[in-house]
């Protein structure tokens, strides 16, 4: 009878008849086992071995050419000693898996560092980006958009026909003197957003400024968010008839947005109450009214129910 039928019919696994028939009764299990990862390894490269990989990796003269490109270079030329999978693995826990070019702003690279940002109230921190809206024809308007990220409260936006550094300056100096200046504003890498004009009004607002990795949408979540809802609405037309059709659809939708949209990340309250600070008195009627019912029909509730909890700390990259 072959073995693997003799094991489906007496429900013994093959690997535990092949440990039980080599004689491996003796194995004892370890009270603390050692996690593979931290155990030494006699194969693994050193850290100078480790080093020669970055520095293959970090070659300007490298920059154009994809991992596996810059391994076989480099081993040709007698520069490394390890497996392409290894080459390939520390260029991934290094983040220099994707484009490792040089920036063209002013002839200086851009930061690939991993930008955080903490909101914990209105006004610490905005994010900000622009997007396409489709207009008659090959006619494409720019929506300018600024939320605070601890509330989603559109801030600040505008649509216009180009994107130019003096219109983002201006909605955001409007924006300064009525909802007072954030302590920080995240943005792209957009010509607009990397401006010195935008760049001069917010060092004299006092304004940090952090910036996303080239194309990693992740860094700006909030931002891409909302346009996603923005372009998901089932009132959103295929295509404005004019730039004015595009500026009162936006207008009226934003508003809807900030005082009706019940924001499931805000504990189900709208932009305006969390940003104006009203959450916690419609937290204490939501409270009262859910009281109310609970004593008139107690057998529907298993325990006390409870009003969603105030929004807490959010942010960029915060885990």
């Not at 050692?34 to 920059?63: C, F, N, S």
């Not at 490109?69 to 693995?89: H, K, M, N, P």
């Not at 300018?144 to 550094?165: F, M, N």
């Not at 010195?196 to 060092?203: I, V």
Request: proline share 6%; charged share 25%.
């Amino acid at each position: 009878m072959p073995l693997t039928r003799a094991c489906a019919l007496t429900g013994v696994a093959r690997s535990t008849f092949y440990r039980i028939d080599r004689g491996y009764r003796h194995h004892q299990r370890v009270a603390q086992p050692v996690p593979h990862a931290e155990r030494h390894q006699p194969a693994a490269l050193t850290e100078k071995e480790k080093a020669q990989v970055i520095g293959a990796l970090t070659d300007p003269t490298m920059a154009d050419r994809s991992v596996v490109q810059v391994y076989w270079s480099s081993l040709d030329a007698g520069e490394i000693a390890c497996s392409q999978r290894t080459f390939y693995r520390l260029a991934k826990a290094n983040e220099l898996v994707g484009d490792r070019r040089r920036g063209r702003h002013s002839g200086t690279s851009i930061s690939r560092v991993k930008p955080t940002a903490t909101a914990g109230a209105p006004g610490h921190l905005w994010t900000w980006d622009i997007t396409l809206l489709h207009g008659p024809g090959r006619c494409y308007y720019r929506l300018y958009l600024a939320i605070d990220v601890y509330s989603r409260y559109p801030v600040a936006w505008r649509i216009e026909p180009d994107e130019t550094a003096a219109k983002a300056t201006e909605m955001f100096l409007d924006a300064f003197d009525r909802h007072g200046a954030p302590a920080r504003l995240h943005a792209d890498n957009g010509a607009a957003m990397r401006s010195h004009e935008l760049a001069a009004a917010l060092e004299t607002s006092q304004i940090g400024r952090s910036f996303s990795r080239p194309r990693v949408s992740n860094d700006n979540p909030f931002s891409e968010s909302l346009f996603k809802t923005i372009k998901y609405d089932l009132d959103h037309p295929d295509r404005f008839d004019s730039i004015d059709h595009a500026r009162q659809w936006t207008s009226d939708f934003l508003h809807r947005y900030a005082t009706e949209h019940h924001h499931s990340a805000l504990g189900y309250y709208t932009p305006e109450q969390v940003f104006t600070g009203t959450a916690a008195r419609v937290k204490a009627a939501r409270q009262q009214t859910l009281d109310w019912a609970a004593a008139l029909h107690p057998r529907r509730y298993s325990a006390p129910p409870k009003a969603p909890a105030l929004p807490t700390t959010t942010g960029i990259n915060l885990s």
